[in-house]
């Protein structure tokens, strides 16, 4: 099958457009051919070279986002039958979707939204399982409550607007001063320019921040909540704010759940959920489609189709 491959950590440098050994289902596993794969640009960053079972990789196929068509099943797998259109997020530690066919534990997959074709459910899994688990697994977020999110154009920042706004919260979001309009017709109640306007404005407003962007926005945030409120991040790439022991603050990495990615499939179909497609590359041209999406201004998910 072809693929796309980096057989060193070099980044998108290393990436090479070949041909590689075809994707074959293990125990509980479903054989998806794969028609859109959604990457995240500092992926090829991550701690990726060793496998599940601790072992040096000699390559690595990225993309962890994928929706396709169940085209086998390995030995013990139920819940899905050949021809189902299925997606979800691939374990980190083997090989992703950037390929003809990708074999995913079937707990990692859930029915395609019916609504939705490949590439827009392709967009899906990183930044829904994110959002959802930011907003209501870690930040408990209930009707009537303020959240604030930063990064609101984002893919999972958007994701988290329309959900929050699904939720019966009011809605805060932030970002740069041309996302404005984009965070605000998926549902925010008001939106902060950080490159305008003042942070500190919304000051002792919320009972939840959802921080997608670090650095300073992320060290700034502990004075938007009320005591007793949540930070949850997902840029840990400083120490946390240290200088109030009234709220709670979270540090977290999404995890694959079936039921949430089901969940997630209703409400787009439901129209309650618009995901944000920033643009759509061959797979054969994933360098340029990683780089694209690192030299920012790509709003949404980067999606590549074999």
């Known amino acids: 099958m072809k693929?796309?491959?980096?057989?060193?950590?070099?980044?998108?440098?290393?990436?090479?457009?070949?041909?590689?050994?075809d994707a074959k289902p293990g125990l509980c596993d479903v054989l998806v051919k794969v028609v859109a794969c959604g990457i995240t640009h500092n992926e090829l960053d991550w701690p990726v070279w060793n496998c599940r079972a601790g072992h040096p990789r000699s390559s690595i196929i990225p993309g962890q986002e994928v929706s396709g068509v169940v085209a086998a099943l390995g030995y013990?797998?139920?819940?899905?039958?050949?021809?189902?259109?299925v997606y979800g997020l691939t374990d980190q530690l083997r090989d992703g979707a950037a390929a003809e066919?990708?074999?995913v534990e079937a707990r990692n997959l859930a029915l395609k939204p019916r609504t939705a074709d490949h590439v827009t459910a392709a967009s899906v899994p990183r930044a829904g399982l994110t959002a959802w688990q930011a907003l209501f697994d870690h930040g408990k977020l209930a009707k009537g409550q303020t959240v604030v999110i930063h990064g609101a154009a984002g893919a999972v920042g958007s994701t988290a607007v329309q959900l929050a706004r699904w939720a019966g919260a009011r809605v805060i979001g932030t970002g740069r001063g041309r996302a404005r309009t984009l965070a605000t017709g998926l549902g925010a109640d008001e939106f902060i320019a950080l490159d305008a306007d003042r942070l500190e404005d919304a000051a002792g407003q919320a009972d939840?921040?959802?921080?997608?962007?670090?650095?300073d926005v992320l060290m700034r945030s502990a004075s938007l909540l009320r005591s007793g409120g949540t930070l949850v991040t997902i840029k840990p790439d400083r120490q946390l704010p240290a200088?109030?022991?009234?709220?709670?603050?979270?540090?977290?990495?999404?995890?694959?759940?079936?039921?949430?990615?089901?969940?997630?499939?209703?409400?787009?179909?439901?129209g309650q959920l618009r995901p944000q497609v920033g643009?759509?590359?061959?797979?054969?041209k994933a360098a340029e489609a990683f780089s694209a999406k690192a030299a920012g201004g790509i709003p949404g998910r980067v999606v590549l189709q074999p």
Do not use: C, N
């Open 208 to 215: 939840l921040v959802v921080d997608t962007i670090g650095g």
């Open 76 to 85: 013990g797998t139920a819940g899905f039958a050949i021809g189902d259109e």
């Open 3 to 21: 693929a796309i491959r980096m057989h060193e950590p070099t980044g998108i440098g290393g990436l090479v457009y070949e041909d590689a050994p």
């Open 279 to 284: 643009a759509v590359y061959p797979l054969a």
């Open 101 to 103: 066919y990708v074999a």
């Open 243 to 270: 200088d109030r022991d009234d709220i709670k603050t979270v540090v977290f990495v999404q995890e694959s759940d079936r039921v949430q990615l089901a969940e997630l499939a209703r409400l787009i179909g439901e």
